[in-house]
């Protein structure tokens, strides 16, 4: 189990940047650029579970795809295991990313239409030569039991499956090729709520049972509350909040993780009353992100310096886990 | 081996989906019995044929009788059995060329809509410059370059059809790219050709199929075309195309309609059956549909 004091890095996120150029105008020096990922630099303890969470567009699914490798970044690096991996050799990557998995949000697309659930989790165990032929029926059924499903069902084909079994399947096939790290982009978004907390424990107890490391990504800050040991807030391709999941709610400082609390409905009658910050407005075109601070745009706490300098991730107190980029707050708490 | 038989059956269902939904289509029902009894009599055309197809006779343009049952063309050769070997003749250049033109097509596609980038620009700029050609001129002088003969203009129409598919393929190939499925097969390490062949491709059969089902049918109209106009099949080999080049002048037209409208009729035929058959296989084979 992920223990605080004797963690140590399995992953390693520096300075990393995606851009994607803007489709229709590639003639052209300038070619306008979505900014999805704009410098962001994170560790994921080994045996833990990072939680990032943020708007729609903010880049935390980007993100999650440069960790697995699916695509390269701009700049910057993902680090597995002090090995580079946004620029490995592809025959080396193709060993080594089996141990870096993924479960998607949209379990309809995440399976092959045309194959049965046995041939889904058997070809890449057979590739990798992770299982013998021979033991193949054995393994499947062990995986498919693994995350809950009759092994009866492994000749039928994805559609015949309820989002729920889809989403489980998806998982197993992650779990298929022994990995160390499953990042989970929204896996449970799409679910009933119903379905999602047993997705949700499913994840849990595989965790514990396989030692697995997560990044949890989703937009919802119920769900990653409760899966997650850190919750990184993202912000327009920014990371502006890191901290433990614990203190991160008791103790929000920047201005949008607090606006983003206050946002989701609380089961606690008596503090409806509380002061809230209700953001104003839409959130800026990451084409052209606000200068300085990218959340000055909306921020009530804005000041003149917040629209000329770009606020830096630091500890909230010397030596502390708890990372915030919003120097205006962190003055207002030094005095 | 117990998972082989739950396989089979599982297989089963959806093929039997399949041609339930097919079923249907009345049309396209009737269509498929046509094209096989044709096909079969095709096939059949040495056993069947009462006559040798190319067999002179002194019994010149004899109207249908009961020795003859489609008469006899100018030199006296027994149309029933001409139009039999026509038809083979006819039918196995319209799938060979369909074949061949619709595996470069895959290949082609495939490779321009995974891989992409300056791969996928050199082949559809390809694409696009035989595209851009009016068709039948491409064609004829095709035919006039390598000569008129059966092989000929079977590969003339493989090699000038497979833009269709090509672009078919990729489109359907770029959107398969983006999927889950071929992601989580990436993330997985699985190899380039693994993804290609058995993840992609066996998810654009169903458009290819239904494409190469019109493919199928305008290439039996170009054969009968390029043999009407001499350049296609050639005699005494007998096609439909050329069958109906033997019908050119004014008289035959209008007093011999058995030299003609046998093989006229049977083209027309076989074209709107080929696509309600293709129009149904795309209701039938398509996924979302239910039931």
Known sequence: ?335 | MNHNSGASEYKNSTFRMVIKRFRKHKLAVASLYFLSFITILAILAPIIAPYDPNKVSTAFSRPPSLKHWLGTDQIGRDMFSRLLYATRISLFVGFAATVISTFIGVILGLIAGYFGGVVDIIIMRITDTIMSFPYILLVLVAAAIFGPGLWNIILILGFVDWPGAARLVRGNVLSLRETNFVKGNVVAGMPNRYILFSEILPNTIGPVLVYATSVFAISILDESALSFLGMGVRPPTASLGNILNGAESITILTSKFWLWVPAGVLIILLVVSINFVGDALRDAIDPSAKE
Do not use: W
């Open chain 1, 1 to 335: 189990m992920y223990n605080e004091e004797e963690r140590k890095p399995l992953v390693i996120v520096e300075g990393l940047k995606k851009y994607y150029p803007l489709r229709g105008s590639t003639i052209g020096k300038n070619k306008p650029v979505t900014h999805a990922v704009d410098g962001v630099d994170f560790e994921i303890f080994e045996g833990e579970t990072l939680g990032i969470v943020g708007e729609s567009g903010c880049g935390k699914s980007t993100i999650g795809r440069q960790i697995v490798a699916l695509e390269k970044p701009t700049s910057g690096r993902v680090l597995y295991q002090g090995e580079s991996i946004s620029d490995m050799s592809s025959g080396r990557l193709r060993k080594i990313r089996t141990q870096l998995q993924m479960v998607f949000q949209d379990s309809t697309s995440s399976l092959n239409p045309r194959k049965q659930v046995y041939d889904i989790l058997a070809a890449p165990m057979l590739y990798h030569g992770i299982i013998e032929k021979d033991k193949l029926d054995e393994e499947i059924n062990r995986l498919l039991d693994l995350v809950g499903l009759p092994k009866s069902m492994k000749h039928r084909y994805p559609h015949e499956f309820s989002g729920g079994q889809r989403q489980r399947i998806g998982i197993a096939k992650a779990l298929s090729v022994k990995p160390r790290l499953i990042v989970c982009d929204e896996p449970v978004s799409a679910l009933d709520v119903s379905v999602q907390a047993q997705i949700l424990n499913l994840l849990k107890q595989l965790q514990n049972e396989l030692k697995l490391t997560y990044v949890f990504i989703a937009h919802g800050l119920g769900a990653v509350r409760y899966v997650s040991n850190r919750i990184a807030i993202m912000y327009l391709g920014r990371i502006v909040e890191i901290a433990n999941t614990q203190e991160l709610f008791d103790d929000p400082i920047h201005p949008y993780t607090q606006a983003l609390f206050d946002a989701s409905p609380l089961p606690a009658p008596k503090l409806r009353g509380r002061q809230r910050i209700v953001l104003k407005g839409e959130i800026p075109s990451s084409v052209n992100p606000p200068k300085g601070c990218r959340f000055h745009t909306r921020c009530p706490y804005a000041i003149e310096s917040c629209r000329i300098d770009d606020p830096e991730l630091i500890p909230i107190k010397p030596g502390s886990d708890h990372k915030a980029a919003c120097p205006v707050i962190l003055a207002q708490r030094e005095a």
